[in-house]
T-cell receptor, first 113, second 115 residues
């Protein structure tokens, strides 16, 4: 089966660092994505990992361990505008030979002054 | 142009109405997707079109009918919907649905209310 878990809510302080974890179980893993979604808006792409290790993009970094079925998104120097839902999504290669994204429930991050 | 556009932004319809949602991209992407998202829930995949052919239908009820007239356009035809179909409908596109490192880019969505 397919299962993606991430915390429902997190709170952090402006200027701090926060780590959002994601664990997954899928049958045909082919990459892990992180998306940011502000309330009422579309998800926007943040990062992609397919090999083990850390990918860094400015204030955002994402880590993947395929053997552990584990990823995290690290947000540094938090800003108020980072308050949003963060979606972990795994690309699953189904029987149709077409990759599809399976999303976790999302982590709502609230950044406080 | 790195944008996926969707129209309308908002739609209110009765259970006997027929309406269509439209999605357009001019990034040369050959894969397009329809997702449904309920409040405080993640997007759920409905359909995938790859090279203008339907490649995935996630057991969606027949009252939802997708159409891909060409590589830039994706429609979702709605007929005899139920109130529980009220949701945000997101369109996405990616360069192809076949390669490994393909990021999906989402449109702003159509917020649908079925009365």
């Amino acid at each position: 089966g397919q299962n993606i878990d991430q915390p429902t809510e997190m709170t952090a302080t402006e200027g701090a660092i926060v780590q959002i974890n994601c664990t997954y179980q899928t049958s045909g893993f082919n990459g892990l994505f992180w998306y940011q979604q502000h309330a009422g808006e579309a998800p926007t792409f943040l990062s992609y990992n397919v090999l083990d290790g850390l990918e860094e993009k400015g204030r955002f970094s994402s880590f993947l361990s395929r053997s552990k079925g584990y990823s995290y998104l690290l947000l540094k120097e938090l800003q108020m505008k980072d308050s949003a839902s963060y979606l972990c999504a795994v690309r699953d290669w189904g029987s149709s030979n077409t990759g599809k994204l399976i999303f976790g429930q999302g982590t709502t991050l609230q950044v406080k002054p | 142009d790195t944008e996926v556009t969707q129209t309308p932004k908002h739609l209110v319809m009765g259970m006997t109405n027929k309406k269509s949602l439209k999605c357009e991209q001019h990034m040369g992407h050959r894969a397009m997707y329809w997702y449904k998202q309920k409040a405080k829930k993640p997007p759920e995949l409905m359909f995938v079109y790859s090279y203008e052919k339907l490649s995935i239908n996630e057991s969606v009820p027949s009252r939802f009918s997708p159409e891909c007239p060409n590589s830039s356009l994706l429609n979702l035809h709605l007929h005899a919907l139920q109130p529980e179909d009220s949701a945000l409908y997101l369109c996405a596109s990616s360069p192809s649905a076949l390669a490994v490192q393909e990021t999906q880019y989402f449109g702003p969505g159509t917020r649908l209310l079925v009365l």
